[in-house]
């Protein structure tokens, strides 16, 4: 039998955590974490991961702050805008969505933010500070995968990880993680010889490639966690479209010995993290023991 990891469950107890920390941050400390979400630009899939950040961040309690630019807005304007969001005491947490328009660098954008507010965890400071065990903002898809394994399966300590994709928003923080956990950490990606063989040395498999359904069930060590990161679109009979993950999820049933769905696995983790983030910024930038507030 392969259990279903529910993340779409996991990330309501997370807000409802979240919700119960904003409602002691306010009666206890006068506080009310604030989050700044920057859009620049129509790009349809981003309009909706904003909308949906703004609901959940409203309905935990928290203020939810808008800036919505349109596409031709400048560097220096954009830069601009995170100058003052920078030092407005009632924002707490900053998230610029990205992709950014071509005509914006989104580096120097990212390390613009103050650190203590870049609640994505994109921030060379952040990253050098999860590379170097300090304590930093820990980027919001990776930390959730995290939260689910360690539900799953408790202590992390000497299992073999490999982690399928090298990107710096996902693979890489997820490597850090990983071997923060004691795991014996593997990083896999396009150019890697025999990837079925590597796989199937895992007892946690991480997809996060973009490629549907590329991970088969006999590449998978039975009995291993798979959590997979992917979100693709895919065509179903009569041209409507369904989103599948990177791993055949029903060839994995009867091998793995748990798996994310798609959806309702990792998806639904990633906002409930930056929502969590939220209020470690808060909590950070008051001086305030996190701990406390449950
Ligand atoms: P990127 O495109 O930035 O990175 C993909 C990685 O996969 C690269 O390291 C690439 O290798 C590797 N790769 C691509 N093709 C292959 C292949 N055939 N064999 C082995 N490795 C391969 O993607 P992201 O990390 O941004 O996202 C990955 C997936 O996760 C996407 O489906 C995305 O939609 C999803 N995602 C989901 C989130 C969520 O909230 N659930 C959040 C973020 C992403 P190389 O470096 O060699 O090119």
């Known amino acids: ?39 620049v630009g129509e790009d349809p899939a981003s309009q909706v991961y904003v909308r949906n950040k703004g609901a959940q961040t409203t309905e935990t309690g928290m203020l939810s702050i808008e800036h919505k630019l349109p596409v031709d807005t400048t560097q220096s304007d954009l830069l601009a805008l995170i100058d003052d969001l920078n030092s407005d005491s ?31 965890g994109f921030h060379i400071g952040n990253v050098g ?24 399966l408790g202590d992390l300590t000497g299992k073999r990880a490999l982690i ?17 956990e004691n795991c014996t950490v593997t990083i896999a990606h396009s150019r890697t010889a025999d990837l079925p063989v590597r796989c199937s040395e895992a007892d946690i498999l991480i997809a996060a490639v973009g490629r549907p359904q590329m991970v088969k069930g006999d590449w998978i060590k039975p009995g291993a ?35 994310t769905p798609v959806p309702g696995g990792v998806g639904p983790m990633t906002i409930a993290c930056l929502l969590h983030n939220t209020v470690e910024a808060a909590c950070r930038q008051n001086g305030i023991d996190r701990a406390s507030l449950s």
């Open 129 to 152: 500070r999860l590379w170097t065990g300090g304590e930093g903002m820990v980027p919001c898809t990776p930390l959730g995968c995290l939260m689910l394994l360690r539900d799953q």
């Open 1 to 39: 039998m392969t259990t279903r990891i529910d993340g779409k469950a996991y990330a309501a107890k997370v807000r409802e955590s979240v919700a119960g920390e904003v409602a002691v941050l306010k009666e206890r400390h006068g506080i009310t974490p604030g989050l700044a979400v920057v859009l």
């Open 225 to 259: 966690t798979v959590v997979d990161v992917g979100i693709n679109r895919i065509e179903k009979d009569g041209g409507k479209t369904r989103l599948v993950g990177d791993v055949d999820y029903d060839g994995a049933q009867g091998v793995a010995g748990a798996i």
């Open 164 to 180: 399928l994709g090298r990107s710096n928003i996902v693979g890489k923080p997820m490597a850090a993680l990983l071997l923060g």
């Open 90 to 120: 009632s924002v707490n947490g900053i998230l610029v969505q990205l992709p950014l328009p071509a005509q914006i660098d989104a580096e120097p954008v990212i390390n613009a933010l103050r650190l203590d507010k870049d609640v994505d």
